[in-house]
Structures are given as structure tokens and as C-alpha cells.
């Protein structure tokens, strides 16, 4: 019994340690608590990292080279001068200081468009440079996004293992009192220690994540995370992906990604380059003209004379070893080279939005099984504590539901900011995670509006969409083989009659009883109704624990006339897409249908959800106090027939 307290006790100890150095970590993080929002450590990141930086100064070098590449349409003026003192053992003046002066001017006439190709070239490179440096404002807002929600998940995630070690502790005691006055078994001692070990694991890890994601986050951003993050919302509808489908994000992300787009403009400047290589076939025709003087003659003698010249000079290289025929093969391959890296830029765009967008879709669709395992493995491990205090539940039934809900609770957090960071990812495939942020680099000209032509290009021929034929081969989960709406995993019936109206198991069934779905505001015998005060988060679905007893006086009506029902609405705000607030508050009701049959076993044929978007605000307008107002839920209690 020493030996394990001992133990024991250099566990929770060591874990303790742990625990409050990740407190003492955050309070050393800042001389005070203080909050920021991922827009202002974007906002920093786009401004101040190096790698940023180093893509601007490229931005500024290539729009360097297309003053230096036009210069060569203008004159070229020098002017030579020389003084020098001559010794020589002939002529008459056998010793003498002479001087002379010139200014020479050389204007190109014809160099075969070589200057023009030239200044084309690097005019579509400076676009390809303001690109590249899009693209690593694009790639840098999602490193920042990605560690910004990193912190914030492991961080949470620390929690619920500070909070599952903590419950461990706790009936640690119990059982060692039991032990200890002769009524527990020294089993249950061993066997919640090697769980209290394994809940001290879990938060060693966490803690070790936690440094981990800080420390990429230092590095992105220069300095550790504040000790209270704001939560992320993404105000725009290109992250919903149910308003569209897999293609149309394709296309639409074709005209928008910046790395495709550099890659597009790359080509036509290597093109450009072509032309340059070519040019050396050409001849070379220069306008000359000069003006000199010296003070000593052609035999040295002390008289000044003068010179002037102006003339065309022509020169045609007939071989250069085979340099120029090497340029050109070079300036093709150049050409090769850029297709394809464009081709390397659509695949790796594509992949990116085809995960990000599928990872939306199937998150989405888990959101609810995963909380609705959350919240009855809480329900099963509160009951579960209950009956063991009595002794009608034993140990390992304890320690399993205890597990169970830290697990479930884990996967439900973790699958929140994986469905955050889909559509991050989505944003940045798409070049728009900046802008939709309200982020932009300062100081950076519009390069587009100086291309030497701006490009467009059929996105089905430069990089046709592939799709990967997913939704066509849905799994178990969705497939439904006799079409009558009843997947075969619940089918008892999967030959049933087509068209036939079945059951809940896809067998043939006889009219349903009636239901609140079958009734609107319209013809529904309205009993009551409530404004639920629930508030809602932007773009958020999820019911706060604080509010769910708001809908006790929806409950208390259903329980005291079993024949009534309810219709509930769900109602948006008045800003964003008109199509996706209609279909956020459709979930919202729903969300809201699911909190009442599971917390207070209301049967679903008594409860149907509607939601209306944003055509019925309660306040006209958009501000922070309209749109708090207008996002709301409102309940219906209506009289349904009696089945008999």
C-alpha cells in the first residue's frame, strides 16, 4: 500500500508540476492577460516575416528590371577625356602635355526586337514576382491560421486532460479509503493506478503538444500566442461548401489562386524570352554620333583640331560558335520547364481543394453523431459515478465511462477545428483566406494593370477538373439500394415496393401517425409560443450548455399535452449570403429539435424545424446589436390530431 502511494504521489506530483508550469508559461507570456484575434497576427506575419519580406524585395527587383531592360530604347551618351604627360626621344617636341575630349552618342535603330522582347519578358515576370508574392501572403495567413487554431485546440484539449486526471485523483481516494478500512479490494487499487498513470500520460502529452504548437507559432509570428484567443469566424459563404459543388470551387479557385496564376504568367514570359534568343539572328543597326578635340596634333604638334562624325553602323553575326542556336534551345526549355510547373500548380491546387472541400462535407455530417456521443457518454458517466457510490456499478464501469466521455469529448473538440481548418484551407486554395481576413500587404502596387497583356485561358483545357467520383461511391453510411429513402444499414426491407410508403427500417408501413412536420403557422392550431432565448455565435450552430435550459418552458408544454407538438425556427442574421443563412438556420433548428429529443426524450414525430434565413429579422439592419437580435430561435406549440 506505501509502495503505491508513494507512487501515486510522485505521479500526481510530476503531473502537477507539469500542470502548473503550463500556468505559469501562459502568465509569462505577456506582463498581463491580454486577448487577440487571429486578423491582428495575420496582419502582423503579412507585414513583418521574413519570408514575406524577401518576396516583396523580388517584387521590387523585377519591377527594377523592366526600367533597366527599357533602357535600351534610349540614347546612350558617354563622354571620354584624357590629360596626359609624353617623354619621347623624337619628333620636335620631344616633351609636352597633351589633352583631348569626346562625347560619343549611340542610339539602337534595330537590334531584331531584342530590347522589345526583353521589356515584354520582364513585364510578365514582375506579375509572375506579384503573384509569387500573393501566394506567400496566402501561404502565411494559413501557417498563421493553422497555428493560431492549433493553440486554441491544445489548449482545450489540455483542459479536458487536467479535468479527467482531477476526476482519476478523486476516486483514487475513494477506493484507497475503502481499501484502507477493509471494504474495497486491493484489484480496484491496482487497476484505477494504472489508469491514473495513463491520465497523467495524457496531459504530459497534451502539454508537450501545446509547446509544440506555441513554438511553430513563435516562429510565425515572433512572439507567443496571448493568453486569451478570440474564436475564429470566417465571415464568407466561398467556405460553406454545400452552395456549391466540387467543381465549381475548382473553377472558380482556377481565377483566384495565386500560385496557378504565376505560374500561367511565367509561361508567357519565358515565351517572351524565345523571342529574346531569337533576336541574335538578327542584325544589329545603331545610329552613331561624336564630337572630339585635342590639343596636339596627328604629329604631335601644339595645334588643337577637332572631329566630328554621324553615321549608321550595321553588323550581322555570321557565327558565334553555337551559342546563339544553345540560347534558343535554353529559352524552349525555359518554356517546358514553366508548363510544367503549371501543371505541378494545378494538381497540388486541386488536391488541396478536393480534401479541404470533402473534409467539410463529411465533418459536417459527423458534428452531430460525434456530440451526440459526447453528451451521452456525459449523461452515462454522471449516472455511472452515482451508481457506484451505492455499489451497484463496478470499478471498470466507472473508469470505461469516464474514459468513454474523455474520448468522445477529445474527438467532438477535435473534429470542431478540423471543420475550422478545412475551411481555412478551402480559403487559401482559393487566394481569398487574406482578404476574407481583411488583410492586405502595404505598399504593394497593383502589378496586373502594368502586364504586357493579361492572360486568359479556358481552365477546362490548362487544367481540366478531375473529380474523384466519392459521392458516387458513397459508403454504407448512404447507400441505399431499393431508393426508398432508407439506407441499407437500416433496411430490413431492401426489395421494398417502389414508390410504397415504408417505416423507419425501409419495410412497408400504413400511414404514418400524424406529426408537427405535417403543419405550418398556416393551418396548424396554435396552442403557444416562445421566443427561446438562444444565442447564437457567427456561423455557428452549436447550443452553449448556458442556454439549454432556456427551452424548459417548451418542455413543460409538450409534457403537459401529449397530443401537442412543436414547430421550431430557426432565424439568421441579416449579414453574409442570403443562401447560406438560410441554410445556417435550418441547422439551427435542428440543432435545437436534436437538444430537446435527446434532453428531454421528446419523440420526433411531436417536433419538426424550419428555418426562414434571414427574410424575418426582428431588427432591419446590420449591426453587432441587430445581428445578435436576429439570430434567434422561436418555438410553435400546435395541437396534433389524436392517432386513434
Avoid at 57 to 77: C, E, K, T
Avoid at 223 to 244: H, I, M, W
Avoid at 305 to 310: C, D, G, N, P, Q
Avoid at 523 to 530: E, G, K, R, T, V
Wanted: charged share 25%; hydrophobic share 40%; glycine share 6%.
Amino acid at each position: 500500500m506505501k509502495f503505491i502511494k508513494t507512487v501515486l504521489s510522485k505521479v500526481v506530483i510530476g503531473t502537477a508540476g507539469a500542470v502548473l508550469a503550463h500556468g505559469a508559461f501562459a502568465q509569462t507570456s505577456g506582463e498581463k492577460s491580454v486577448s487577440a484575434s487571429l486578423e491582428n497576427y495575420v496582419r502582423k506575419v503579412v507585414n513583418q516575416n521574413p519570408e514575406v519580406q524577401a518576396s516583396w524585395r523580388q517584387l521590387q527587383v523585377a519591377m527594377s528590371d523592366v526600367d533597366i531592360a527599357r533602357g535600351g530604347f534610349r540614347p546612350q551618351v558617354d563622354v571620354l577625356a584624357t590629360s596626359a604627360y609624353t617623354d619621347r626621344n623624337y619628333g620636335l617636341d620631344r616633351e609636352y602635355m597633351g589633352h583631348t575630349a569626346e562625347i560619343a552618342l549611340t542610339q539602337m535603330l534595330y537590334d531584331g526586337f531584342l530590347t522589345s522582347s526583353e521589356v515584354k519578358r520582364f513585364k510578365q515576370a514582375q506579375v509572375v514576382r506579384y503573384f509569387e508574392l500573393l501566394g506567400e501572403v496566402e501561404q502565411k495567413s494559413l501557417d498563421t491560421a493553422l497555428a493560431y487554431m492549433d493553440v486554441q485546440l491544445f489548449r482545450e484539449l489540455l483542459r479536458l486532460a487536467e479535468e479527467n486526471l482531477i476526476t482519476h485523483v478523486d476516486v483514487f481516494k475513494q477506493i484507497e479509503e475503502s481499501v484502507e478500512a477493509g471494504v474495497g479490494r486491493r484489484a480496484d487499487l491496482e487497476q484505477i493506478s494504472g489508469r491514473l498513470s495513463l491520465a497523467e500520460s495524457n496531459v504530459l502529452t497534451e502539454l508537450s503538444n501545446l509547446h509544440d504548437v506555441t513554438a511553430r507559432f513563435l516562429r510565425l509570428v515572433g512572439e507567443k500566442p496571448a493568453d486569451r484567443l478570440t474564436p475564429v469566424t470566417l465571415n464568407s459563404a466561398y467556405v460553406d461548401a454545400s452552395v456549391t459543388d466540387v467543381k465549381t470551387l475548382l473553377t472558380n479557385a482556377y481565377g483566384t489562386n495565386p500560385q496557378f496564376n504565376a505560374a500561367i504568367y511565367n509561361i508567357d514570359a519565358q515565351r517572351y524570352g524565345v523571342d529574346s534568343a531569337k533576336s541574335l539572328y538578327h542584325p544589329q543597326v545603331n545610329l552613331t554620333a561624336s564630337y572630339g578635340a585635342q590639343t596636339r596634333d596627328q604629329a604631335a604638334l601644339n595645334n588643337t583640331i577637332t572631329e566630328a562624325s554621324v553615321g549608321v553602323n550595321f553588323s550581322y553575326n555570321l557565327y558565334n560558335g553555337g551559342s546563339d542556336r544553345a540560347a534558343i534551345r535554353q529559352a524552349l526549355s525555359q518554356v517546358d520547364l514553366a508548363k510544367d510547373l503549371r501543371d505541378k500548380a494545378c494538381i497540388d491546387m486541386r488536391q488541396t481543394v478536393q480534401i479541404a472541400y470533402n473534409d467539410i462535407i463529411n465533418i459536417t455530417e459527423q458534428l452531430p453523431s460525434l456530440n451526440a456521443h459526447r453528451l451521452s457518454s456525459d449523461r452515462v458517466k454522471s449516472a455511472y459515478m452515482d451508481q457506484f457510490t451505492i455499489g451497484e456499478r463496478s470499478l471498470l464501469d466507472l473508469l470505461d465511462s469516464e474514459n468513454e466521455y474523455y474520448e468522445s469529448s477529445r474527438a467532438y473538440l477535435e473534429a470542431q477545428y478540423t471543420l475550422e481548418k478545412a475551411r481555412v484551407r478551402l480559403l487559401a486554395a482559393s487566394g481569398s483566406l487574406a482578404q476574407t481576413l481583411g488583410i492586405t500587404k502595404e505598399g504593394v502596387p497593383d502589378v496586373l494593370d502594368m502586364a504586357e497583356e493579361k492572360i486568359s485561358y479556358d481552365p477546362n483545357y490548362v487544367c481540366p477538373v478531375v473529380r474523384t467520383n466519392f459521392e458516387d461511391e458513397r459508403n454504407i453510411l448512404k447507400r441505399d439500394s431499393d431508393g426508398d429513402g432508407i439506407v441499407d444499414l437500416w433496411d430490413d426491407c431492401v426489395d421494398s415496393t417502389p414508390g410504397a410508403m415504408v417505416d423507419d427500417f425501409g419495410c412497408e408501413a400504413k400511414e404514418p401517425e400524424p406529426s408537427a412536420a405535417d403543419f405550418t403557422l398556416d393551418d396548424a392550431q396554435i396552442i403557444d409560443s416562445f421566443k427561446v432565448n438562444i444565442e447564437f455565435a457567427s456561423n455557428s450552430t452549436d447550443v452553449l450548455p448556458e442556454y439549454e435550459n432556456n427551452l424548459q418552458n417548451v418542455i413543460d408544454a409538450l409534457n403537459a399535452n401529449p397530443n401537442s407538438g412543436v414547430i421550431i425556427h430557426g432565424h439568421a442574421s441579416l449579414d453574409g449570403d442570403a443562401a447560406y443563412n438560410q441554410r445556417l438556420s435550418e441547422r439551427r433548428a435542428k440543432a435545437v429539435a436534436s437538444l430537446l429529443m435527446t434532453k428531454a426524450d421528446i419523440a420526433p414525430r411531436r417536433i419538426t424545424a424550419v428555418g426562414y434565413g434571414e427574410s424575418r429579422p426582428l431588427v432591419n439592419e446590420e449591426s453587432e446589436a441587430a445581428n445578435a437580435r436576429n439570430r434567434r430561435i422561436e418555438a410553435a406549440i400546435i395541437q396534433l390530431p389524436s392517432s386513434e
